[in-house]
């Protein structure tokens, strides 16, 4: 699901006024910092960066976070109605959730006023509230049917992972999900976190088929991000698309059913047949399907990093 086109238009709306110049200047510095990488530090500390920051990476986060849902919510035996949205900035991942599930309620931590500003003007939705609160170290208590997160742990240090950990498991009633970048990084992330909700009794809902110790090295899924004018100008490149790479744990706090294999990394294609390596219910497996089985053969050709099978 792409991000609908009248966010689109309202979050460049946040740069009129601005050079090029300017927003190509700020855009740099932000690059810059996140590739630098930080740990209990915020490199937004600005009305213009937080601008620029959303307009750069509200629709890469509303589509991965859009395809981590779909993929978890297909297990889940359930109904979503309330969801708290933590380190939810200006609130691609709770989008998400509105326009998937059939939400009531939606309460969006966040301590960078700049970023609630940008909510808040995106939303005007009765059903979205935001409260300014540093999760990692502020009293809390709200129980709601799921807790989200999307590209927030890994800024915390071990200290406030844990606590948020925690508290997001305090939280939810029914199910966690939780999205972080596509990076060695991110992955090994997820797995930890993976690790930790097991020991507290969650059962995995996606991607994993399984609840064994994981010994994948870097387990990460792909969506192609269209791209404006703006967003290219501000990112410096002609492509009128990005793929956008994220790892992501979903998490069920009752006993569910899982897919029973998932593709790990794109289809090697050749004459007469494809190469898969998948994650299923036994571990991680490669195999190989021919043009013999016809319908498997076509699915496996069309398949993405990701894709169940």
């Known amino acids: ?50 601008k620029v920051y959303a307009v750069m990476r509200y629709p890469a986060t509303f589509k991965a976070f859009s395809k981590a849902l779909e993929d978890s919510l297909r297990y889940f035996d359930g109904e979503i109605k309330s ?109 930890q976190v993976r690790d930790y909700y097991i020991s507290l009794g969650g059962h995995v809902l996606a991607p994993c088929p399984h609840m064994n110790a994981c010994n994948y090295d870097w387990c990460h899924f792909s969506t192609r991000v269209a791209r404006s004018k703006l967003h290219k100008d501000l990112k410096g490149g002609d492509a009128p698309y990005e793929d956008e790479k994220f790892s992501y744990i979903a998490i069920s706090k009752e006993p569910c059913s899982k897919c029973s294999s998932r593709v790990l990394r794109h289809p090697l294609i050749n004459s007469g047949f494809v190469d898969l390596e998948v994650c299923t219910q036994e571990g991680i497996k490669k195999i190989k399907i021919t043009k013999k089985d016809k319908e498997k053969f076509k699915a496996a050709r069309k398949a993405n990093c990701g894709d169940e099978i």
């Open 1 to 50: 699901m792409e991000l609908p086109l009248d966010y689109k238009y309202k979050l460049e709306s946040l740069l009129e006024g601005y050079s090029l110049k300017t927003l190509k200047e700020c855009a740099l510095k932000i690059s810059k910092n996140y590739q630098n990488g930080f740990v209990g530090e915020n490199h937004i500390k600005d009305d213009l960066s937080a």
């Open 83 to 191: 969801i708290i949205d933590v380190g939810a900035g200006s609130g691609a991942a709770t989008l998400a959730c509105a326009l998937n599930i059939k939400l009531v309620k939606a309460t969006l931590l966040e301590i960078e006023q700049s970023m609630i500003d940008i909510g808040k003007f995106l939303f005007e939705d009765e059903r979205v509230q935001y409260q300014k609160i540093d999760i990692t170290k502020d009293l809390f208590e709200e129980h709601v049917d799921m807790v989200i997160s999307s590209y927030v742990l890994n800024e915390l240090d071990d200290v406030g992972r844990l606590n948020c950990l925690n508290k997001m498991w305090d939280m939810a009633d029914k199910m966690i999900l939780i999205v972080e970048p596509g990076t060695p990084k991110g992955s090994a992330l997820i797995k």
